[in-house]
């Protein structure tokens, strides 16, 4: 496991030297610490979650950086994985009605916390985790992403009904994309 003052060192080389981001794993142990994308520059300060969020069953330690907001800008309360931060750093879980077929209200987007390969069960053979019409409750597992020959479970961050599944079994998926519309 890393120091805190290891990861304070870690974030810093990120910063000043433009990186994209680094990871390192001891362990068991993996942090990853994820540099300024281009989108995040658009944005006003404080609108992105500037603190630690656990993801998966491997204990994955996620730790953004943005030089744009400085730390007495980041929300004091932390925002739910997945969830898209508003201007004013709260959750955006529901989504504004839109007519091109963007979820309406209610609907809660669950999104991917990792890179990876998006399976529906967690064997070829099994049952998938959920199907459209199914009741969730908040921690069920949804899916599994496997990346870098682990197994990561997602789990529901909402109580509600799956309205729709978004990607295939299989598929390839990147960090934050929508994976379920659960209505709420």
Known sequence: MLSFEQIKALIELVATNGLRGVEIERAGFR?????????????????LPG??????????????TTTAAPAA????????????PTAAGAPAAEAAADT???????IYVQTSPIVGT???????????FVKV????????????????KLMNDVESEVDGEIVEILVKNAQPVEY???L?????
């Open 73 to 84: 800008a980041v929300p004091a309360t932390p925002v739910p994985a997945g969830a898209v």
């Open 118 to 128: 998006f399976y529906q069960a967690a064997s070829p053979d099994a049952a998938p």
């Open 180 to 184: 379920f519309h659960i209505r709420t």
């Open 176 to 178: 934050e994309e929508p």
């Open 31 to 47: 942090c990853k610490i994820e540099g300024p994308r281009a989108e995040d520059a658009s944005q006003p300060p404080g609108s």
């Open 100 to 106: 091109d077929g963007q979820p309406g209200a209610g």
């Open 133 to 148: 019409g199914d009741k969730v409750h908040r921690g069920q597992t949804l899916c599994i992403i496997e990346a870098m």
């Open 51 to 64: 603190y630690p969020s656990y993801q998966g069953s491997g204990g994955a330690l996620v730790l953004p």
